[in-house]
């Protein structure tokens, strides 16, 4: 079965400082894709950024950046030069290639940002 | 609209009731999702849609939940006899059918049933 795993229900970080979000993952599959969504306190889900499993390079995306492990079977979110706007919930989810495609989802880390 | 629409924002019934939450997607995006969050939990799959395709249900909950999809655009998701338990946020998702396409998300239903 396929699982999501964030062990940090929340986090401080320091504006401008960079923080790093935990996410491991479980699949027996060879194909899979890797999500993280924002969702802010209005509610809405964000798409931030995405790893396919077959993917060589980390992904980036401006201050966003996965740092993918493989071996390790995770898929950590780096945020680099924080700021207050991402004080949010952040979800780590897969998804399976070729398959419904749905997602499935960590149980979210609150990020605290603070002046 | 430019993006994933839901209505009502938030709905609040009596146990026993039925509702019905409605999800209009983006134009031209095949595939339509429902998941539900519950309070502090992460997202939840219901439904899935994919074009005229059988939706694959295997994430209902109970055969209280029911969804549809009128001509591969609006979904209507069903629950039938509310409960206490159904008190959630149901979010709607569409996207293309490619493997890294990313899900968009809309607003979300919250429905609180008493």
């Known amino acids: 079965a396929q699982k999501i795993t964030q062990t940090q229900p929340g986090m401080f970080v320091q504006e401008k400082e960079a923080v790093t979000l935990d996410c491991t993952y479980d699949?027996?599959?060879?194909?899979?894709?890797l999500f993280w969504y924002k969702q802010p306190s209005s509610g809405e889900m964000i798409f931030l950024i995405y790893?396919?499993?077959?993917?060589?390079q980390n992904a980036t995306e401006g201050r966003y950046s996965l740092n993918f492990q493989k071996a390790r079977k995770s898929a950590n979110l780096v945020i680099s030069a924080s700021q207050l706007g991402d004080s949010a919930m952040y979800f780590c989810?897969?998804?399976?290639?070729?398959?419904?495609?749905?997602?499935?989802f960590g149980t979210g880390t609150l990020l605290a940002v603070q002046p | 609209g430019a993006g994933v629409s839901q209505s009502p924002s938030n709905k609040v019934t009596e146990k026993g009731k039925d509702v019905e939450l409605r999800c209009d997607p983006i134009?031209?995006?095949?595939?339509l999702y429902w998941y539900r969050q519950s309070l502090g939990q992460g997202l939840e799959f219901l439904i899935y849609?994919?074009?005229?395709?059988?939706?694959?249900k295997s994430g209902l909950p109970s055969d209280r939940f029911s969804a549809e999809r009128t001509g591969g655009s609006v979904s209507t998701l069903t629950i039938q006899r509310t409960q206490q338990e159904d008190s959630a946020v149901y979010l709607c998702a569409g996207g293309g059918r490619g493997d890294n396409n990313e899900q968009f998300f809309g607003p979300g239903t919250r429905l609180t049933v008493l």
């Open positions: 849609f994919q074009g005229n395709s059988a939706p694959d």
């Open positions: 790893q396919g499993s077959y993917d060589q």
């Open positions: 134009s031209g995006h095949t595939a």
């Open positions: 989810a897969m998804r399976r290639r070729g398959a419904t495609n749905k997602l499935i």
């Open positions: 699949t027996s599959d060879p194909s899979y894709g």
